[in-house]
């Protein structure tokens, strides 16, 4: 069976796209392009409208151009509204997120994952689980909790993942070996709400428990932290990743708003101030980090003087990349009942100013890394790298895939290719951190 998976929406739809396409490549199955596969796997999200409309473009799409695949949704789009989905051109099958980790297994049982292909020719599975380049992606996404407890008023995520939920420490133990072994050099952690790690084990175990294992990791491995909520992004796990070679120094943390009204109406449990005195001490401890964030521009009451305090604290901030996503009413959330959204017109003017501010972090933290030598890993074709704070560079020559190597940075978006980065081996974890703190 030839299989194809499409992915909308965050690193935790990633994760679980990886996982469910791990499962498939184990049983046997084969990887296609969307218009050859026999069965097509659209992954949704519901954050937005307009990610519910791409899911039925993409949906209508597959079917006009592969009359004969079988297309199975799953996702929150699915879990949220079956009924808008169910009744589209060959959609044979949902599949809500509660039953998402058995997807697979409904795949290969209601679709004719034969004995033949399982077990063809061998004691075992015939197929090959996960490695390098699987789904086009150098690096694996993995997945350790789901689900949030926060009732921030515009998101619909809690009803479509449920409770907080997270995976033993040591399942990803077990994971981030058997990811080793299959030849990843980078694994980003990633959760729908990841600074709850652990919570709800009921033993002790935490998000800091989980990063100082990644942290003390044996193996030439690099961990990078997917979004983090600002308040649980504490000093001392700022200290950790400062600290350890094994842990980019690269943070994602959601600001959402750069107005306190506005913080309180969306129910955020912090100020600006606080999220301020958050990312100057990451700056201050690592000058060469890299700090994203999120914001969300047209909620209801946001006004001129809103908007205009958030275009002015990104510009003074320390952030260097920035995601815009223009409010969008979710129907059975505390924010949907809510008046005063901006007219379209205006949100659209206010965003390309927000967008504008964070192009301009961009280019300054771009502009502010040539000259330095960044440890980076082969991506894509052999022409690209990522390094470890997270900037995607074109090289002067090609390179193998998923390789380490030392980059100079040679312009915003440019490297010279080095040689092959040595192995670090945990011994050397101590050798980040100089004596005045910066990275």
């Not at 009744?87 to 509660?98: G, K, M």
Request: glycine letters at 8%; charged letters at 25%.
């Amino acid at each position: 069976m030839k299989y194809a998976v499409v992915t909308f929406g965050c690193r935790v739809n990633q994760a679980d796209s990886l996982e469910i396409e791990g499962e498939l490549r184990a049983m046997g199955a084969v990887g296609a392009a969307p218009s050859e596969a026999d069965v097509v796997v659209v992954n949704t999200c519901s954050v937005t409208a307009a990610a519910d409309q791409g899911a039925r473009q993409t949906i209508r799409r597959v079917a006009r151009d592969n009359p004969a695949a079988r297309i199975v949704v799953t996702g929150c789009y699915a879990t949220r509204a079956p009924g808008d989905l169910e009744s589209l051109p060959q959609v044979a099958r949902l599949v809500p997120n509660p039953r998402k980790e058995q997807l697979a297994a409904e795949i290969a049982d209601a679709f004719g994952l034969t004995t033949a292909e399982r077990f063809a020719g061998g004691d075992g599975p015939c197929g090959r689980g996960l490695e390098p380049g699987v789904a086009g992606r150098t690096a694996l996404t993995l997945r350790v909790q789901t689900g949030c407890d926060e009732r921030c008023s515009y998101c619909i995520i809690p009803s479509t993942r449920g409770a907080g939920r997270s995976k033993p420490l040591s399942m990803i133990r077990d994971a981030i070996s058997r990811a080793a072994d299959a030849g990843y050099r980078e694994v980003v952690i990633t959760g729908v709400h990841l600074g709850s790690y652990g919570r709800d084990l009921g033993d002790g175990t935490s998000l800091l428990s989980l990063t100082r294992l990644l942290a003390e990791w044996a193996g030439d491995m690099l961990f990078r932290l997917s979004s983090l909520e600002p308040m649980d992004c504490s000093l001392e796990l700022v200290d950790l990743v400062a600290a350890s070679l094994r842990l980019a120094p690269h943070f994602h943390l959601p600001l959402q708003h750069a107005s306190d009204e506005m913080l309180a109406a969306m129910r955020r449990p912090y100020t600006l101030e606080g999220y301020r005195g958050l990312v100057d001490t990451i700056r201050k401890r690592m000058p060469h980090a890299s700090i994203g964030s999120d914001v969300i521009v047209g909620f209801p009451g946001e006004t001129d003087r809103h908007a205009a305090l958030l275009v002015n604290y990104l510009d003074a901030s320390p952030l260097t990349h920035v995601h815009v996503f223009p409010y969008s009413h979710r129907p059975g959330t505390e924010a949907s009942a809510f008046d005063g959204v901006p007219p379209p017109p205006v949100v659209r003017v206010r965003a390309a100013a927000v967008r504008a501010a964070g192009d301009r972090l961009s280019r300054a933290f771009r502009a502010a890394q040539v000259g330095t030598t960044r440890r980076a890993l082969v991506v894509d074709d052999g022409m690209a790298v990522v390094t470890d704070n997270y900037l995607k560079l074109w090289l002067d020559r090609p390179r193998v895939r998923n390789e380490w190597m030392d980059v100079q940075v040679t312009s915003e978006t440019t490297a010279r290719a080095g040689a092959a980065a040595p192995a670090r081996t945990f011994v050397e974890e101590d050798s980040r951190v100089t004596a005045n703190g910066a990275s």
